[in-house]
């Protein structure tokens, strides 16, 4: 069984940095995707990035993004510069049982319970 666990949420301001982490148990981030994703208040959950033998970021958060692969730690780190408010949202990482990256939120097998994350102005 496949468990994912995200920390790293909180408040930040405006224009710093945050750093999340989805840590795994029970296969390892080297051989499957994880995907991060975002459901911001009273919206649908969108994707943010997703890295598996490749790696796939939101478009529109292509400059402020990076995504990484902690092989002894078995965790996938999201970190998001220059925040904003809009960025606020419950953060997920999932686990899809390929090795290939992958947008679309149907393609995971596995969801972890979600990460707050508030941006102040």
């Known amino acids: 069984q496949v468990h994912l666990v995200e920390s790293g949420g909180g408040l930040v301001q405006a224009g710093g940095s945050l750093r999340l982490s989805c840590a795994a148990s029970?296969?390892?981030?080297?051989?499957?995707?994880v995907g991060w994703f975002r459901q911001p208040p009273g919206r649908q959950r969108e994707f943010v990035a997703s890295?598996?033998?490749?790696?796939v970021t939101k478009d529109s958060l292509m400059d402020r993004l990076s995504i990484s692969r902690d092989v002894n730690k078995n965790t996938i780190n999201l970190q998001i510069d220059n925040m904003k408010p809009e960025d606020t949202a419950v953060y997920y990482c999932?686990?899809?049982?390929?090795?290939?990256?992958?947008?679309?939120?149907?393609?995971?097998?596995?969801w972890g319970q979600g990460t707050q994350v508030t941006v102040s102005s």
């Open positions: 890295l598996g033998g490749n790696r």
């Open positions: 029970g296969r390892s981030v080297s051989l499957y995707a």
């Open positions: 999932a686990m899809r049982l390929s090795g290939a990256a992958s947008i679309k939120s149907e393609d995971y097998n596995y």
